[in-house]
């Protein structure tokens, strides 16, 4: 199992940029695909960004390609979520979690969540 902690969220205007941090407990960190996820006020959780184990692949959601970077450090058993040109609708908590590909898309791994990270975008 992995346990996270998920930080660097804050209040951004319009086309500024966030780093996100996913400090993640466990020896067996770095043979997960890892991924961020985010929920919306009254939204489902939904599926933001995934990383292979050695950081060679990675997926997004159509809507922040091209804005967003997912890398991970396996040493320090961390994974990132570089954004930038962020948008209002980018407005969310923002979770990470492994990941697993179900259909065509990706899902949770573990049933449990961390606390997440609030990113506030201002138009």
């Known amino acids: 199992q992995v346990h996270v902690v998920e930080s660097g969220g804050g209040l951004v205007q319009a086309g500024g940029s966030l780093r996100l941090s996913c400090a993640a407990s466990?020896?067996?960190?770095?043979?997960?695909?890892m991924g961020w996820f985010r929920q919306a006020p009254g939204k489902e959780r939904e599926f933001v960004a995934a990383?292979?184990?050695?950081?060679?692949?990675?997926f997004y959601k159509d809507s922040v390609k091209g804005r967003f970077t997912i890398s991970r450090d396996n040493a320090k058993n961390t994974v990132y979520l570089q954004m930038n040109s962020l948008k209002p609708e980018d407005t969310a908590v923002y979770y990470c979690?492994?990941?697993?590909?179900?259909?065509?898309?990706?899902?949770?791994?573990?049933?449990?969540w961390g606390q997440g990270t609030q990113v506030t975008v201002s138009s």
């Open positions: 990383i292979n184990w050695s950081g060679g692949s990675t």
């Open positions: 466990g020896r067996t960190f770095s043979s997960y695909i």
């Open positions: 979690n492994a990941v697993k590909r179900a259909g065509g898309t990706w899902e949770p791994l573990f049933d449990f």
